[in-house]
């Protein structure tokens, strides 16, 4: 098999060094000659170039690696790309958590009026990096990873409906690993099928091979009886705890499926804003966590040459995605959830709508699965209406409209009130500055 070169774009992510050992983990099935890091940010570019090259020595890799904000440089002759771009950094990620809860609405980087935030800055980047892309690399597939994943997949479904692209999001494959790790299942053995909108889902039946039934009602007895614990990855995480803690509160309510964590932010928005501290937020967090680590260790190996190791667990964020460019490069049709243009996946969801659904991944790309059921009316109810803010979200971009904008605020899920929404809009335009499109 010809040896592959991938580029990171957004390489300067605190993400990289997992998606990177996950690729050196699978050395047979996807052999590299070249990792290319692209990013904007030539300081955060360095420190990961340095940790790379540490760890790349560390193992005995003969495999190149360049650093590069030139997008010809970065793309030309790539195979795969992975996108994990944040316009903005953390600095604006704090704006996106902060401002929404200044008017007392949830705080959050993908969900509520953060997401939405942070979706209209990175509507443009986006369509940048994928014609990039078209232009030096049109052969490459491109695995992203890129938030707000629905605003993303949307803009691009618009712009490049051909991109060989596939948009993937890791937490239903955490949720899972979660659970397993909770009651003693083995992920390897399900079959899962779900649906929804991207950090917006619920699972519809966990098939287990080795058992021979479908293991989500007892996982929701389980869920029940007491709150799940977060997995061993995120030990010690208040964050997560919490997050994985509400799906038990959330089946309580809801009995019947077992839901995407992210759903808290709209089925409980009061809840996740009283529990929010507007000075700590979860930016902060991860600023000092593993954004600071990533800085020391750079400066470390610098400095001395050694101690390159990072302390922080990657969970399955970088074997999920590793996984998925393995399996188109080998064929192999495993199935993951992906989010795609819906066109009958959910039979009684808007066609256009973009959605998350499961999907075997081969040569060819991805092909959705149909669920040949309609969902129940709770679920496609939310579903429709969050679905139209987003695609409001993305015309207001396009039509560079207040309306619009302002429309696709109200209609957010996470709360009602069209006058919350104007306040917040308008202090988001403020903080967004030249980040956002003007609107008029
Ligand atoms: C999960 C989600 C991602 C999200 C990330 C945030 O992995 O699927 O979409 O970006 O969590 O994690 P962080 O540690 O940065 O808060
Ligand atoms: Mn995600």
């Not at 052969?139 to 409906?161: H, K």
């Not at 999001?169 to 659970?179: A, G, H, P, R, V």
């Not at 302002?406 to 709360?415: I, Y």
Request: proline residues 5%; glycine residues 8%.
């Amino acid at each position: 098999m010809k040896q592959q070169v991938v580029t990171i774009a957004g390489g300067g992510s605190s993400y990289t060094p997992g998606i990177i050992q996950a690729i050196l983990d699978n050395q047979n099935d996807f052999a590299v000659s070249e990792f290319r890091l692209y990013d904007i940010d030539a300081q955060r570019n360095d420190d990961m170039y340095t940790i790379i090259k540490w760890m790349l020595n560390k193992q005995r890799f003969n495999i190149g690696l360049t650093q590069t904000n030139d997008p010809e440089v970065a793309f030309t002759g790539a195979d795969f790309v992975f996108s994990q771009i944040r316009v903005g950094g953390i600095e604006m990620r704090k704006v996106d958590e902060k401002v929404p809860l200044k008017y007392g609405l949830v705080g959050q980087e993908t969900c509520g009026l953060g997401g939405f935030s942070y979706g209209l800055r990175t509507i443009g980047p986006m369509i940048e990096l994928v014609g990039f892309v078209q232009r030096y690399a049109p052969d490459a597939w491109i695995l992203n990873y890129t938030n707000p994943e629905s605003i993303v997949a949307e803009t691009i479904r618009r712009t490049y409906p051909k991109a060989k692209m596939l948009n993937a999001c890791d937490m239903t494959i955490s949720i899972e690993t979660t659970l397993c790790e909770n009651y003693g299942y083995d992920r390897k053995n399900w079959i899962q099928t779900y649906y929804g909108l991207n950090h917006f889902g619920w699972y519809k039946s966990i098939f287990d091979t080795s058992l021979g039934r479908d293991v989500m009602p007892e996982i929701l007895d389980k869920l029940k009886a007491a709150p799940l614990k977060e997995p061993e990855f995120h030990r010690g995480d208040k964050f997560w705890a919490e997050a994985y803690a509400m799906m038990s509160t959330i089946v309580t309510d809801f009995p019947d499926n077992i839901p995407n964590n992210y759903l808290e932010y709209y089925l409980y928005p009061d809840a996740v804003v009283e529990q929010s501290d507007i000075e700590f937020t979860r930016a902060d967090a991860v600023e000092l966590g593993r954004e600071k680590e990533i800085k020391e260790t750079a400066q470390r190996i610098r400095e001395t040459g050694r101690n390159g190791e990072l302390n922080h667990d990657f969970g399955a964020h970088g074997q999920y995605i590793v996984d998925m460019a393995v399996s188109i490069l080998n064929n192999l049709h495993r199935r993951f959830m992906l989010i795609f243009p819906n066109m009958g996946a959910i039979p009684n969801l808007r066609q256009d709508a973009v959605v998350e659904v499961p999907a075997y991944v081969g040569a060819t790309g991805a092909e959705p699965i149909s669920l040949r059921q309609p969902i129940p009316d709770m679920h496609k109810g939310m579903m429709e209406a969050q679905v139209a803010a987003e695609k409001l979200l993305v015309d207001a971009y396009f039509d560079h409209s207040y309306q619009k904008a302002l429309e696709a605020f109200t209609l957010n899920q996470t709360f009602t009130s069209a006058r919350k929404a104007k306040q917040v809009l308008d202090a988001l335009i403020e903080a967004n500055g030249d980040y956002w499109p003007e609107l008029r």
